[in-house]
């Protein structure tokens, strides 16, 4: 066996995934939900479907005259301002130590389409209805929170226990669900630089479950990818090989290509020439000499190590191009308390380095990461979807889609990039509905108002444009924002419909408002003016 043979599969796991990028979005999306492996799909107990619900699928039919007396006293404070993050603290803290269920679904639910990057309530959240007895409501709040959370290691550790604690292990089904979930749990978070907790747990059950060969599999993986412990993975990778028999931890093909190359390297050691193609060794011939066969087993083994080594110092030089960035994470969990400089500044320059020097795996990886920490800052989020826009564009449109209905709600900027996105993809009615939203939920920001008019304009409905400037007109809550308005409607009437005496007219009723805003009477001045060099002109 070639050098370049042994680790093949490593390489094409770690440098070349299938369409990495694909993947996370697909997992993010919970497109692929971890019950939706072949062995999972028979845990009806547990997860009767593969899909996730939605944000609001567990409501309570309970009537809310069960809830405790004082749930409205909490509960008016955060539907009053949903931001108001204290409250909703709160909220949550109260609903636990009554233990009442329909108003903690409640509670929790409305939470979750606020902050859904708060792991640590995804998981109170399940331990509630695990402790009412509620196993599949339980499983599907962990699934909730992995949609939307799937970087978490966490959350996916805290959910695999789970899994562990109330499946049946006389199912035979089980230990596949099992497997299927951790599977799904290093797609979606393996490649976080700290996920080795994940991926040692992976490594410990399939050492349980005497699985020698996964164990190997597994090992393949997190040795090409840069983690936190990656020296500890590879001594742990050395001791699984000088601990179990060669044939043991490697597939059958694996196994006898090595044999066949410990062979010939022998025979080419011993000045032997080169045996015919047809005479080679075949890789499956009992040896009965015991010193011979020790021998092999430990030129196996060395060269087993040998070849995985290659691999390490490969992994060991990206870890320390990384090093220092991730050194300079401090909080990489969301919070609604502010970063530092400091941190933004690290995050930045992160984002910037992997962007030159890494995958489009690991781009999107990093991103994932950073919205997490830094959810509530316009830039990142504008960073993910620039970037995403040379790779996908159902991928771009999903960035904007989380940061202006979750985390943004009230960011114009965003807004704005969005709406323009979406008319350069010839949605135009989506980029209306998308202004028109944000405008009705944070009201007085002219910018908003006067994007919708030049949307309208640029495609020709100068009606709709004139009558979202005089809505803006009437709507107005002051003198000076009525004229703001005026003057850009008298513009619009003027310059581009040309229809002089209708601007006249919005001016001087502007002007019976306000009198005295020489705004009004300059751009009066200006619209005479210019009307009478056309007349004279013509």
Partial sequence: MKSENMGKDTEAKNEQPADFSTEIMSVMEMEQSPDNSPAANSQEETV???????????KTSDPENSFPADFDKFWR??????????GWVYLLQFVEQENNLPAARKAFDSFFTHYPYCYGYWKKYADLEKRHSNMKQSDEVYRRGLQAIPLSVDLWI???????ETLDFSDVETIGTIRGTYEHAVLAAGTDFRSDK??????????EEGNLRAVTTIFDRILGIPTQLYSHHFQRFKDHVQNNLPRDILTT???????????????NHNGEDELPENNQPSGIEDITDPAKLITEIENMRHRIIEIHQEIFNHNEHEVSKRWTFEEGIKRPYFHVKPLEKTQLKNWKEYLDFEIE??????????????????ALYEEFWIKYAKYMENHSIEGVRHVYSRACTIHLSKKPMVHLLWAAFEEQQGNINEARRILKIFEENVSGLAMIRLRRVSLERRHGNMEEAEHLLQEAV???KSNYEASFFAVKLARHLFKIQKNLPKARKVLLEAIDRDRDNPKLYLNLLEIEYSGDLKQNEE
């Fill in 48 to 58: 009767q479907d593969t899909e996730i619900p939605d944000t609001e699928t567990l």
């Fill in 77 to 86: 404070v955060v539907e009053t301002n949903p931001q108001d993050f204290t």
């Fill in 158 to 164: 805290h959910y695999i226990n789970f899994l562990k």
């Fill in 198 to 207: 994940l991926w040692e747990m992976y490594i410990n059950w399939e050492n």
């Fill in 253 to 267: 093909e694996q196994f006898i290509q090595l044999r066949r190359e410990i062979a010939s390297t022998a025979n």
């Fill in 357 to 374: 020097n890494g995958t489009h795996e690991r781009v999107v990886v990093l991103f994932e990461r950073c919205v997490i920490s830094c």
């Fill in 474 to 476: 009437k709507n107005s």
